[in-house]
Structure formats: structure tokens, C-alpha cells
């Protein structure tokens, strides 16, 4: 009988639209849309109630263990800095495994980089009917040329600066343009990656051989040779026994 009465077209119940004079005012809400908002309304009603009653029943007397570390200043509990639970060891331990993760994404980054600059190299000799090679602001003409190093044009094409202008051939379909100027904007992400992850790098090293045992100082602007908006630091030389 159930199945029967499935059977039977029905009426299909509408909630009423936006009236035409209140359009201005956006979509109507509907009841399943007032039921959202109601749920959150008294959800959030009932979290603040409830901190009103544990405020109101605290005791001011009460003892926990922060209050061990904790020290009074105008009234206000602040807590004690923690000293490091690290060992120096430790700490340069971390320190060097953390350079091996941030080198390991240098390594994969960079092999990304000349997967794809590869790919556009290519598709870039496809593209050019008198074979005209693209990298930084000079066009390399090779007409005349039998053979050209491979090696390279991926190096030209890894040296492309982020203001060099890609020349598209206007000849392709508009959905190959768009992806081959998405590769070149991927491209140029990526380099621009590694290069922050190298100064990452570097700064790590720095940090890692200051914490390093041995004497050491701060060099002046006027001792270093090449100035530079780092610090630059020098070990004095010891003899290994």
C-alpha cells in the first residue's frame, strides 16, 4: 500500500519568494536557513551562560598548582619564564635535522624546476617556426645553427628573470596559451621558493655554527671586503691537537 501511495504524483509545497518590493533586500530566508542561525544562537547562548555561573562561583581563594610558578605584578598573575629543557646537544641536534629537511625541499624544488623548464623549452621549439629561443631579454636565432646544446637551453631557460616577457604563439588554441603562461607562472614560483628557502638555509647554518663552541666576533662595516646587510662573523683560529 505504501509503495502505492509513492506512486501518486503529489503536490509540491513552496515557501514563498521575496516579495517584489523588498528584492533590494536579497533572498528570502528560508525556514531551514532560520533553523541554522537559531541552533548557533542558543549554542552560543548557553557557552556564555555557562561561563557567567562559573565566574560567578569561583572561589578567589582557591589554590592551583600554576600559582607555584607565578608571580604578582599590579594584580595580575604572570607566570615565570620555563628555563630551555633542552641540552645544548639537543638543541644543535634539532637544529641540524631541521637543515636537512629545509635542503631536501631545495633538492626537490629545484628538480621540479628543471622537469618543467625542460618541458617549456620544448614546447617552446615546437611552437617557434624559425626556432627562436627565448631567455632573459635576448632572442637567439639559430637558423644557420645544425645543433644546439641541450644542456644549455635548460640553462638559459632556468636563468629567465621574473620580468621577462614569454612570447606565445599566437597560432595555438586558447586553452594550450593559458596553460603554458600557468607553467611559466608556476616556473618562476618555484624559483622564487627556492631562493627564499636558500636564504632560510644559510641563516639556519649561521645560527647553527654560532652556537657552536670557540671564540668569535662580530666583524665592523669597515673590516668586511664585500659589505653585505648580514652580519658576518669571524672564528679565531685554533690548533687541533
Known amino acids: 500500500m505504501s509503495s502505492l ?3 501518486l504524483p503529489r503536490r509540491a509545497h513552496k515557501e514563498r519568494a521575496q516579495p517584489e518590493a523588498r528584492k533590494k533586500f536579497g533572498l528570502l530566508e528560508k525556514h531551514k536557513d532560520y533553523v541554522v542561525r537559531a541552533k548557533a544562537y542558543h549554542k552560543k547562548e548557553q557557552a556564555l551562560q555557562k561561563l557567567k555561573e562559573k565566574a560567578a562561583f569561583r572561589n578567589p581563594d582557591e589554590f592551583y598548582f600554576k600559582m607555584v610558578k607565578a608571580r604578582t605584578v599590579g594584580g595580575v598573575h604572570r607566570p615565570e619564564s620555563e628555563a630551555n629543557k633542552y641540552t645544548p646537544e639537543e638543541l644543535l641536534l634539532m637544529k641540524t635535522q631541521d637543515m636537512g629537511y629545509i635542503m631536501q625541499k631545495i633538492q626537490s624544488e629545484k628538480k621540479k624546476i628543471e622537469k618543467l623548464a625542460a618541458i617549456l623549452h620544448s614546447l617552446d621549439n615546437q611552437s617557434s617556426k624559425g626556432h627562436v629561443y627565448y631567455a632573459e ?3 637567439f636565432n639559430v637558423l644557420g645553427l645544425s645543433f644546439f646544446d641541450r644542456e644549455e637551453a635548460n640553462e638559459l631557460q632556468l636563468k629567465k628573470s621574473a620580468h621577462t616577457q614569454v612570447s606565445i604563439d ?4 586558447n586553452h594550450v596559451k593559458r596553460k603554458t603562461a600557468a607553467s611559466y607562472r608556476e616556473l618562476e614560483a618555484r624559483k622564487s621558493r627556492v631562493n627564499d628557502l636558500e636564504k632560510l638555509y644559510m ?3 649561521l645560527k647553527k655554527e654560532l652556537q657552536k663552541k670557540g671564540r668569535k666576533r662580530k666583524l665592523r662595516e669597515d673590516e668586511i671586503v664585500c659589505p653585505t646587510s648580514k652580519p658576518v662573523y669571524k672564528w679565531r ?3 687541533k691537537r
Do not use: G, T
Not at 170 to 173: A, D, K, M, Q
Open 5 to 7: 501511495r509513492n506512486a
Open 137 to 139: 631579454d635576448r632572442n
Open 170 to 173: 599566437e597560432n595555438l588554441p
Open 203 to 205: 641563516d639556519m647554518a
Open 237 to 239: 683560529a685554533e690548533r
